[in-house]
């Protein structure tokens, strides 16, 4: 999981604030994931991209944005219409269906 | 929608006692993978299984996959304060990509 990482660490979002997360990889991994983890529960998928310029939603897609333009990259945005964005968000890479390798995440809070 | 089931939540033990989780899926998988996270970490990966009954062991921990491909099971003998964590297992319902289940936090006493 070395080979991920994910900026900022911290981030603090204004009411009605679009934000950008950031996820890259240098493992040559096809696949990439985002999900979002709220305070002692398990990872949900907000969207997932199994090639390049193709991604899927997952199961929480709503307020949120992505973009896969390059193999290493596969950022998140998160949008105003997010009502509750606050949580840690997780972005993971792998062959496709096959183990996934975390970067160590992002912490989104509201202002 | 896809679910997969873990439990229990939250289990806390003294050292050297022994702990499993239990994760059950409504949907045929594919494989089952486990991860653990520490508290303030990320998500790392243990192990995939993908044959109906196998069992695999890592030193402590022994995984189970049950014969239908709903069901699979963690064991840890002998607990010991490294184990300290949540212990997620994730499986491949056929969309490519991991559902994850709601974890199981263990708690160590030294």
């Known amino acids: ?110 202002l | 929608g896809q679910q997969v089931m873990q439990i229990p939540q939250y289990q806390h033990v003294q050292e050297g006692e022994d702990f499993t989780t239990y994760c059950n899926s409504s949907t045929t998988l594919s494989n089952i993978q486990w991860y653990k996270q520490r508290p303030g970490g990320h998500p790392v990966f243990l192990i995939q299984l993908v044959k109906s009954g196998e069992v695999k062991k890592q030193k402590r921990l022994t995984f189970q996959f049950g014969e239908a491909k709903k069901n699979s099971s963690l064991h840890i003998t002998a607990t010991q304060t490294t184990d300290v964590g949540t212990y997620f297992c994730a499986g491949d319902t056929g969309r490519r990509a991991l559902t994850f289940g709601s974890g199981t936090r263990l708690q160590v006493q030294p």
């Not at chain 1, 983890?37 to 990872?43: A, F, I, K, S, V």
């Not at chain 1, 899927?56 to 997010?82: C, H, M, N, W």
């Open chain 1, 1 to 110: 999981d070395g080979g991920i990482t994910q900026s900022p660490k911290y981030l603090f979002r204004k009411e009605g604030q679009n934000v950008t997360l950031s996820c890259e990889q240098n493992l040559n991994h096809d696949a990439m994931y985002w999900y979002r983890q709220d305070p002692g529960q398990g990872l949900r998928l907000i969207y997932y991209s199994q090639i390049v310029n193709d991604f899927q939603k997952g199961d929480i897609a709503e307020g949120y944005s992505v973009s896969r333009e390059k193999k290493e990259s596969f950022p998140l945005t998160v949008t105003s219409a997010q009502k509750n964005p606050t949580a840690f968000y997780l972005c993971a890479s792998g062959p496709t269906g096959e183990t996934q390798y975390f970067g160590p995440g992002t912490r989104l809070l509201v």
